[in-house]
């Protein structure tokens, strides 16, 4: 069961040196892994976790999907594109109320198809199963996805992100030191976590935290623990995990969930004006933020090779234009 997914994206996802960056941090060889471009309505992390939700979808029979975030959801977007390319009808659950414009990801997730429902202050997923509820009484089949695919099965899509990584390493003949990402639902920590330790590689992740509330009563290093508590039995590996390996950076959040500071807005601007690449305000933006951050000061070993994984989100840019300009 646990290697079986639906084809959704383009893989694998290039992996390219920063020739320009490494020049403005000369103590270290800077590389990016694009998952920005994985395809999929625009691309981003989440379609690794969609090949396995859709395929679990499609083999228990469902007919519908159910999933939530906020109204610039990366998530949400491409998990209509994914319902749309599999034939599903797809009910995101948004939080805030229906703006009188739709911009960015929420337009996208409207021109995809969405059956979009605005539930105020939930922003991941609290009314889910009254909807599910509902929508069975009209005799759907429904296949509800956590918010930010953050669950096992959704954190396997990282776990196989590591092994397409290892092999780009060998054909490279590369070694990574660090990863630095945006931790958001922990699903995409999770995985490299679980993925490095199964295909043994000696690389310290470098999660950036970018949300300060934790999800429903747990912390996200909480969440992220279970994920590897569950995963490691199914993937057979042995290591005890604590919390230690499921800590994140915390330093970069302050600002709350999808508020822009100055911060952003300069790694925005670097990585775009150094190697023409776009980051998004939300996550890739303050994970690389912080990335500069630990490069400009020192805060990791010199003459090592930094790679940052690119997780997507570039409509988002569009919904924040005013903090940017
Ligand atoms: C969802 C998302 C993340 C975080 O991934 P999680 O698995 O939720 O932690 C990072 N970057 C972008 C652009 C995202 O959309």
């Known amino acids: 069961m646990l290697n079986k997914k639906h084809e959704l994206g383009f893989f694998p996802t290039p992996l390219e040196p920063m020739t320009n960056l490494s020049k403005a941090y000369p103590n270290y060889n800077l590389f990016i892994k694009r998952d920005d471009n994985s395809g999929l309505a625009s691309g981003g992390n989440k379609v690794r976790k969609l090949q396995f939700f859709i395929y679990d979808a499609l083999s228990k029979g469902c007919d ?23 034939g599903l009808e797809c009910h995101l659950l948004l939080g805030g109320d229906k703006p009188k414009n739709y911009n960015g990801n929420l337009l996208l997730s409207h021109l995809l198809g969405a059956k979009i429902h605005f539930t105020g202050n939930n922003r991941k997923g609290e009314d889910a199963l009254k909807l599910k509820q509902d929508l069975q009484t ?17 954190a396997l899509g990282f776990v196989d992100a590591v092994k397409e990584l290892k092999k780009q390493l ?4 590369l070694k990574i030191d660090y990863i630095f990402f945006a931790s958001g639902s922990g699903g995409t920590q999770a995985g490299l976590r679980l993925g490095v330790d199964l295909c043994n590689l000696d690389i310290k992740l470098m999660p ?3 949300d300060k509330t934790g999800i429903g009563d747990k912390t996200l290093a909480e969440a992220v623990l279970e994920l590897l508590q569950q995963g490691k039995t199914d993937l057979h590996i042995q290591k005890k995990y604590t919390l ?48 500069m ?27 924040y234009s005013e903090a940017l300009i």
């Open 208 to 210: 950036i935290s970018i």
């Open 293 to 319: 951050d630990h490069l400009e000061n020192n805060k990791i070993k010199q003459h090592t090779n930094v790679l940052f994984w690119h997780t997507g989100g570039l409509p988002a840019n569009f919904y």
């Open 170 to 173: 060998i054909e490279m003949d």
């Open 138 to 154: 009209k005799k759907r089949k429904v296949y509800t996805i956590p918010y930010g695919g953050s669950n096992l099965l959704g």
């Open 244 to 291: 230690q390996d499921a800590k994140l950076i915390n330093d970069y959040n302050n600002a709350g969930y999808g508020v822009i500071t100055q911060n952003e807005k300069k790694a925005i601007n670097q990585l775009a004006q150094k190697e023409g690449i776009l980051l998004d305000p939300v996550y890739s933006g303050r994970a690389f933020y912080g990335m």
């Open 64 to 86: 519908t999907i159910i999933t939530a975030g906020a109204q610039q959801s990366n998530h949400c977007r491409q998990t209509v594109a994914a319902c749309a390319k599999a």
